[in-house]
């Protein structure tokens, strides 16, 4: 029987979310959506500052399911210029962390994205805007629609 004062996690889903799309642009204009805060803020969300860097740190706002609204703090881990990005992605005030990494592959004249956000399941999943299905539908919106609208306008 769990305590329900407990926090439970999303430990019984421990695979990545991981999610593909080809899309019609040049590995470097998508490089540029992905680490130019500037296009970012077409398609992704509104950040103050980010630079593909090593150790960088920014963070954004986000609104969950309810309206509440949940402070990303992000701190970038790896690089490898038009091919690979990956951070660290948490919630200031909530335990746990995970990392969402972006690879890119040329794919002729296109671009394939893969977006892999692993340790979903460290967050706390009594918290209905951490659960899995969120993380889910969210990179599903994000890089179905509207990255890859941004890209092939």
């Not at 996690?9 to 080809?22: A, H, L, Q, R």
């Not at 963070?59 to 703090?73: A, P, S």
């Not at 394939?112 to 460290?122: C, M, Q, R, S, Y």
Request: some cysteine; hydrophobic content about 35%; charged content about 30%.
């Amino acid at each position: 029987m769990t305590n329900e004062l407990e926090p439970q996690s999303n430990s019984g889903d421990s695979k990545p979310f991981v999610k593909e799309v080809t899309v019609n642009a040049s590995i470097k204009k998508v490089w540029a959506a992905i680490t130019d805060k500037d296009e970012m803020k077409n398609w992704y969300f509104e950040l103050d500052e980010f630079r593909p860097e090593v150790g960088f740190e920014f963070q954004f706002e986000g609104t969950g399911k309810g309206g509440k609204t949940y402070i990303h703090l992000c701190k970038i881990t790896e690089v490898i210029p038009d091919k690979k990005i990956s951070y660290s992605w948490r919630y200031q005030e909530f335990p746990g962390n995970s990392l969402v990494t972006f690879e890119l592959f040329p794919e002729g004249e296109q671009t394939k994205v893969k977006l892999t956000h692993e340790g979903i399941e460290n967050f706390d999943a009594n918290n209905p805007d951490f659960v899995k299905e969120n993380f889910v539908q969210g990179w599903n919106h994000i890089i179905d629609i509207s990255l890859k609208e941004y890209l092939e306008k």
